[in-house]
């Protein structure tokens, strides 16, 4: 069984800054995909942004694409997202996911295409 453990989520005004981070127990999975969804009250669950391990390839919605950045450090096996000019509309449980193995790109975004989630961390910006 793969844990998954979040942190770093908090409470900022709009504009600041935020690094959310997610690790991934057990063995390297040399074709996984992490990525962050995040879900705001009333609202479904909605893609953030994919890391592919096979290839380093970054991929993300277009909401946040150009403020948000996310990467992973090989060493601590470690996915993080870099939340950069926030907006109170980013207001939500950030949740990191896990794959079991490789998935297609077509499917990054779908939430039953990941085996593994974290527990959820929230991020509230607000004035």
């Known amino acids: 069984q793969v844990e998954v453990i979040e942190s770093g989520g908090g409470s900022v005004q709009p504009g600041d800054s935020l690094r959310l981070s997610c690790s991934a127990s057990?063995?390297?999975?040399?074709?996984?995909?992490m990525s962050w969804f995040r879900q705001a009250p009333g609202k479904d669950r909605e893609f953030v942004a994919a890391f592919r391990f096979i290839n380093g390839g970054t991929y993300y919605d277009d909401s946040v694409k150009g403020r948000f950045t996310v990467s992973k450090d090989n060493t601590k096996k470690t996915v993080y997202l870099q939340m950069s000019g926030l907006k109170p509309e980013d207001t939500a449980v950030y949740f990191c996911?896990?794959?079991?193995?490789?998935?297609?790109?077509?499917?990054?975004?779908?939430?039953?295409?990941?085996?593994?989630w974290g527990q959820g961390t929230q991020v509230t910006v607000s004035s």
């Open positions: 996911a896990a794959s079991r193995w490789g998935i297609p790109l077509t499917t990054l975004r779908v939430p039953s295409s990941y085996a593994y």
């Open positions: 057990g063995p390297t999975v040399s074709n996984r995909v």
